[in-house]
């Protein structure tokens, strides 16, 4: 099962920033924050991933809290192409471990 | 940028028949998985190979499923004898290490009549 909890659905105006929370409460000091999209029913697409630190990247921020329990996914300025679903996931690395998803946060981004 | 790319898109087979659903990884990767969802499901683990061997499976990889690197550059997912079940949408991924981020392909839908 995932080792994660997201909101079902968020809304988000285009051109504002899209904010998307993650909490992992039971994260292990080794477990790596991936964040991944699925825009309709293709194929998931990495967006972020991060152990401590915040993230930053050309597609999106990802700010880890300090005691690693939760996280927001920040897509700064959303657009339309951004409506997804987006999936949290927690991985143990280094190791060949699989993908664990969840239901996602179904992001729809409203002009 | 390179992808990972999967053929075909779209399959409709016979329930009983085998598929071959074909998966080229991004060229310098290593370790390659299967994954599949089912309409209005989560992505699920299948399987995933690394050094010419399966590395983990889950509980779905049952007996009808088999994997293949049968050249340098394609990873190959076949069922053997295929059920009602079995439609759904099978994506491939590819990472360059282990631990390492997977790269998905957009995917092939199998249909199952």
């Known amino acids: 099962d995932a080792k994660t909890t997201q909101p079902p659905s968020m809304d988000c105006a285009e051109g504002r920033a899209a904010n998307l929370p993650c909490n992992h409460s039971?994260?292990?000091?080794?477990?790596?924050v991936y964040w991944y999209r699925q825009i309709h029913s293709q194929g998931p697409q990495y967006i972020i991933h991060g152990l401590k630190n915040n993230e930053t990247n050309e597609m999106a921020s990802l700010i880890i809290t300090e005691d690693r329990k939760s996280s927001t996914l920040i897509l700064p300025h959303a657009t339309l192409r951004d409506t997804a679903v987006y999936y949290c996931?927690?991985?143990?690395?280094?190791?060949?471990?699989?993908?664990?998803f969840g239901k996602g946060t179904r992001l729809s981004v409203i002009a | 940028e390179p992808e990972v790319t999967q053929t075909p898109s779209h399959q409709v087979t016979q329930m009983g028949q085998e598929v071959i659903l074909r998966c080229v990884p991004i060229s310098n990767h290593l370790y390659f998985y299967w994954y599949r969802q089912i309409l209005g499901q989560k992505v699920e683990f299948l399987v995933s190979f690394y050094n010419n061997e399966i590395s983990e499976k889950s509980e779905i990889f049952d007996d009808q499923f088999s994997v293949e690197r049968p050249d340098g550059s394609n990873f190959t997912l076949k069922i053997r004898s295929t059920k009602l079940e079995d439609s759904a949408m099978y994506f491939c991924?590819?990472?360059?290490?282990?631990?390492?981020?997977?790269?998905f392909g957009p995917g092939t839908r199998l249909l199952v009549l």
């Open positions: 996931i927690v991985r143990v690395a280094p190791g060949n471990t699989p993908l664990v």
């Open positions: 991924a590819s990472s360059s290490g282990a631990g390492k981020t997977q790269y």
């Open positions: 039971t994260i292990s000091g080794n477990e790596y």
